[in-house]
């Protein structure tokens, strides 16, 4: 949706850059990547090109920067509207339910309930619809899944039914 | 030649290796567009089958799965923007604006009558050009490798639309996400911070799948929802006119897929961006790129379909596989106590006729399979979002996890569905991230080597005829697209005054 401008928001994107590049060269790099003893050129070396892509994300960052500051030319969008924030909090819930419930309820269990929940979310009312699209549909990957390309898929509460 | 070419249509003309082929191609092209389930795992799967069939049958049955993936991950990219392939990448890029539009049926058909004259061009390219070609894809280096992938990188001005520094600043983070595992030179590890799933660096799917499709869930769920309009074109196929109107670009596409494919090493998805930039630069839509272009998509399928024929080139002609699915092609030829290479074109001519027919009907059964999913398939872009897209959710969850076998995947994905949402909300494009992503492995590799072989002299990426080459259409392309940023942003800055 087509909004007021807001000249802030290249500067929050510039700021997250600039803070992300300066945030590996000191830091993530430092400590995330292990520096053999035996290195004979420093270009060879495993931080060199990470470090290399690093500044460039910087000095893009700053580049952003200026460009704002010197034209103000860019229009933006609302990143999500107030009615909609609780619904983003919902799915990032279901999101977080689905990766830890996963090893414990298995693929199939997360899968019904997940499709009920989002259909639901999504202002599907029809009880027939819901039902049937909610288990069939993950029965149906699941089998492809399991039978015909032969992936061991993790039943969880369902492992002695399956 | 007239003997041995009637020998090898007798090793080709059985009934069990027409069966097999016309299998190979619908494997293929239903495991492609499952996203999660890789080619390679498809012609990996199907190997053990080749055992009992006949050396050409089974050469055959394999090279019908290849082919058949490759055009197969182009239907979820452009039907629920969830590519079933890293090569079909760049054709959500377009595919799935248009299927927003709903002209989904179009897009598919054009995928595929650009798939299917690429794999044609492609095979006509290795029947004629075998040698050629693999004399000349030798001359390639880690230099010269490194050249020509940093001259794909110049897309990234192409795919970024008007956040040119943006867009630069989201390859940056791809880039970066890619340097996430082993370091191949010295065997240290990076960003792994004990977390063991991540040692073999981030696999492509998740990254694919989470960019692409979660975000496009997430943000179905959190905006007012849009009435589609009424469009002419909803429900109807590609026309002559615009196969013709994209003939240029797909054959053009179909040779940039020949050549990067005679490159061990490259693959099918930087020929696509490269097809796609090309075309990008080139056509007189040129800012449609990115909105649901039909040329994008034919750009984008005859790029990473004309590598299919052409990765057999090094294959078939040196012994060399260039890719995993030809490492695996190369293993059923051992089997079959075949060693490809100079020395089979002399003691087994007539097999390798035997293939090259067996190739070109390939490209035949390819339209025919595909026309006939894309008949059945296309119905999917008519089901409500609010029903479809929890389905696509539950295949994007199986479909990570299938890759590794591993709920690991599955955390990532969901992790870049998030980024990618973030960088919706944003404008910072997230084509170049992918891009970032999908060539920086390439690029680093190669980056490394020529310096480890120069010991550590730059002057290696300006040793050779090749990369200045590269160098120059790089410059070129550079400063032709910081000229027309420049002017476009003086054009709208006199607008607005």
């Given at each position: 949706m087509k909004s007021k401008r807001l000249p802030k928001q290249d500067t929050f994107s510039a700021v997250i850059f600039i803070f992300f590049g300066f945030f590996l060269i000191t830091f993530l790099i430092p400590i995330g990547i292990i520096e053999p003893d035996n290195i004979e050129f420093s270009v060879l070396s495993p931080s060199y090109y990470p470090r290399l892509i690093s500044y460039i994300l910087v000095l893009i960052g700053v580049g952003i920067l200026i460009k704002n500051f010197t034209t103000g030319f860019f229009e933006n969008t609302i990143l999500i509207e107030n009615k909609y924030l609780v619904r983003m909090i919902i799915i990032l819930a279901l999101i977080l339910f689905i990766i830890f419930a996963l090893p414990t309820l298995g693929i199939p269990v997360v899968s019904v309930f997940s499709i009920l929940f989002l259909m639901l979310l999504g202002g599907e009312r029809r009880v027939i619809i819901i039902l049937s699209v909610s288990i069939l549909a993950p029965l149906f990957i699941y089998l492809f899944f399991?039978?015909?390309?032969?992936i061991p898929i993790p039943n969880g509460l369902l492992e002695r039914l399956l | 030649m007239i003997d041995q070419l009637l020998d090898g249509f007798l090793l080709f003309a059985t009934l069990e290796s027409f069966i097999a082929l016309g299998l190979g191609v619908f494997i293929g092209v239903i495991v492609g567009a499952i996203p999660g389930l890789t080619t390679p795992m498809a012609v990996a799967l199907t190997l053990p089958f080749t055992f009992t069939l006949s050396p050409v049958t089974g050469i055959l049955l394999l090279l019908g799965v290849y082919k058949g993936g490759i055009y197969g991950g182009s239907i979820t990219a452009i039907l629920i923007n969830a590519p079933g392939t890293p090569a079909a990448s760049c054709t959500v890029l377009d595919g799935y604006p248009m299927a927003k539009k709903g002209e989904a049926k179009r897009a598919l058909d054009i995928a595929l009558y650009s798939s299917c004259v690429a794999d044609f061009i492609s095979n006509i390219s290795l029947i004629l050009f075998a040698g050629i070609l693999a004399s000349f894809a030798l001359k390639f280096g880690p230099a010269e490798v490194f050249t020509l992938i940093f001259f794909s990188l110049t897309i990234i001005s192409g795919v970024s639309g008007t956040q040119l520094l943006k867009g630069m600043a989201s390859a940056c983070l791809g880039l970066l996400l890619a340097t996430i595992g082993m370091d191949l030179v010295y065997g240290t590890n990076r960003?792994?911070?004990?977390?063991?799933?991540?040692l073999a660096g981030l696999n492509f799917i998740p990254v694919l799948i989470g960019l692409f499709a979660v975000p496009e869930i997430l943000n179905f769920f959190c905006k007012e929802q849009i009435k589609l309009e009424k469009n002419p074109l909803a429900g109807i196929g590609a026309s002559i006119k615009d196969f013709f109107s994209c003939f240029k670009t797909i054959i053009r596409g179909s040779f940039i897929g020949v050549i990067l494919g005679a490159i061990p090493g490259i693959g099918a998805a930087p020929s696509a961006f490269l097809s796609y930039s090309e075309a990008k630069r080139t056509s007189k839509n040129g800012d449609n790129f990115g909105k649901g272009e039909i040329e994008g998509v034919a750009a984008a399928e005859a790029g990473n379909n004309g590598v299919a024929g052409a990765t057999m080139i090094p294959l078939l002609a040196l012994g060399i596989p260039g890719d995993v699915i030809t490492a695996i092609i190369l293993g059923a030829f051992m089997i079959h106590g075949l060693r490809p290479g100079p020395l089979m074109f002399t003691q087994n001519i007539e097999l390798i006729y035997a293939i090259f027919m067996g190739i070109m009907l390939s490209s035949i059964y390819l339209f025919g399979i595909g026309k006939i999913c894309i008949k059945f398939i296309s119905k999917i872009s008519d089901i409500p979002h609010r029903i479809l897209f929890p389905i696509v959710l539950i295949l994007c969850i199986f479909g990570s996890y299938a890759v590794n076998n591993s709920t690991f995947d599955i955390a990532i994905m969901f992790l870049m569905g998030i980024l990618g949402f973030a960088m919706l909300k944003l404008s910072i494009p997230t084509a170049p991230f992918l891009i970032g992503f999908i060539l920086g492995p390439i690029l680093e590799d190669s980056f490394r080597q020529s310096l480890l072989i120069s010991r550590g002299s730059y002057a290696i990426f300006f040793s050779t005829p090749i990369c200045w080459f590269f160098w120059i259409l790089t410059v070129v392309i550079i400063g032709m697209t910081f000229w027309t940023y420049s002017k476009s942003k003086q054009a709208a800055f006199l607008t607005t005054k």
């Open positions: 399991t039978k015909i390309a032969q | 960003f792994i911070f004990g977390q063991t799933d991540l």
